[in-house]
């Protein structure tokens, strides 16, 4: 059943489901430099075993949702229900400070909202408004990561990493209960839209391949935003400042991408916002002061937060059936995973101006993917037709 075939309060309730369920997975993909930093400063691991934590972390999140993705038919409330159940656990194991707890619980957890992308984006796709939905969404999940990230310190003073998987594992508590009762007639596959021909597969292949590019470039300069920042001679208070300031902005981003909506389609908003990220990358490599290093700052957040809506719906456009969208996560995660391996080879070298430059080429090529992508798909139906 679309979403837009459904009562009015019975959509709002599956509208919070969903936006608190992808919460929990961007929650527990933000903190992960919280407690990288915590686990290795309390020797729980060492950096190296943690490093390679945090990446198994994401693996097991991709697996899962490449998994769920593939298949045809999904029962969408009880997979909400059982991503959320396996955060919680997942959580509440990791809590304890033995390593091997700390191991299983973040795997653990890397399955659980690997099950919640997969099925929140899938059926967020088959939505009529799917653009207005996925920045909903994705603010949602900037607002709460914010949220915990302001009172971060004071839960890692007083319980260590223990207090920060404790929050999110309380932020899955809630979406378990939310999704209990905003997917009680969730379908079990989400049914075609009337006005949307099933396309061939390369076009949805080509949006996410696109979307795992822009997603290795925004990683490999978004990680080490602090790193260039003091490299330029400014104090880490005075960077740190900075970033603080201007954070806000990332939920602004997405805010604009919802009242924005699809008054120019979805491939302008989508290519404007990542033009204006490929200028915040130059911006950063040649910031010069706190306050150019603010602005330039000030854009990448917005533009992190404005771009990823169009991206979704430009991919759930392409195909009805929801399950590239869930593919498309599932190669954000890769390209987010792979960036910063490539980012740190310029850094360490000092060498800013090519970072930027080898993002910014990430990000052009992604462009260039999803007009192809548009450009076959519309070939594609013209042929149907």
Not at 191 to 200: E, F, H, L
Not at 264 to 274: D, E, H, K, R, S
Request: some cysteine; glycine content about 10%; hydrophobic content about 55%.
């Amino acid at each position: 059943m679309a979403l837009a075939s459904r009562p009015q309060g019975t959509a709002a309730a599956l509208t919070v489901a969903l936006c608190i369920g992808n919460a929990v997975g961007d929650l527990s993909l933000n903190s992960q430099a919280a407690w990288v930093a915590t686990l290795t400063r309390d020797r729980v691991l060492s950096t190296a075993n943690v490093g390679w934590l945090a990446c198994g972390e994401v693996l097991a999140s991709v697996a899962a949702t490449l998994t769920l993705s593939i298949r045809r038919q999904l029962r969408f409330r009880s997979l909400v229900l059982t991503g959320a159940a396996l955060a919680t656990l997942a959580n509440a194991i990791a809590m304890f400070p033995a390593p091997s707890a700390v191991v299983l619980g973040r795997m653990l957890n890397g399955v659980g909202i690997g099950t919640l992308y997969a099925t929140v984006n899938r059926l967020a796709a088959t939505s009529p408004d799917a653009q207005r939905l996925f920045a909903l969404m994705h603010a949602t999940g900037v607002g709460v990561s914010s949220a915990v990230y302001f009172a971060l310190p004071a839960l890692i003073a007083y319980r260590g990493t223990a207090g920060l998987f404790g929050v999110m594992g309380s932020v899955a508590v809630v979406s378990m209960l939310v999704s209990a009762w905003g997917l009680r007639r969730a379908p079990s596959a989400p049914v075609q839209a009337a006005n949307r021909r099933i396309p061939m597969r390369l076009a949805p292949s080509l949006a996410c391949t696109g979307f795992m590019v822009v997603a290795l470039g925004v990683s490999a300069v978004f990680t080490y935003v602090v790193t260039v920042g003091t490299a330029h001679g400014m104090p880490l208070r005075t960077v740190s400042t900075a970033l603080a300031v201007t954070l806000p902005l990332a939920l602004i981003g997405p805010i604009a991408a919802r009242i924005v909506g699809e008054r120019w389609g979805l491939i302008a908003p989508l290519l404007t916002g990542l033009m204006l990220l490929s200028i915040a990358f130059f911006l950063i490599a040649n910031a010069s002061s706190a306050a150019f290093f603010a602005i330039a700052a000030g854009l990448l957040y917005f533009s992190v937060g404005f771009f990823p809506a169009y991206a979704m719906a430009l991919v759930s456009s392409l195909d009805s059936s929801g399950r590239s969208a869930g593919v498309a996560g599932a190669f954000y995660l890769i390209g987010a995973a792979s960036g910063p391996k490539i980012g740190g080879l310029f850094v360490e070298a000092a060498r800013f101006q090519t970072l930027a430059a080898v993002a910014a080429t990430c990000l052009a090529v992604g462009m260039a993917l999803f007009r192809v992508a548009v450009w076959r798909n519309a070939i594609h139906e013209s042929v149907a037709r």
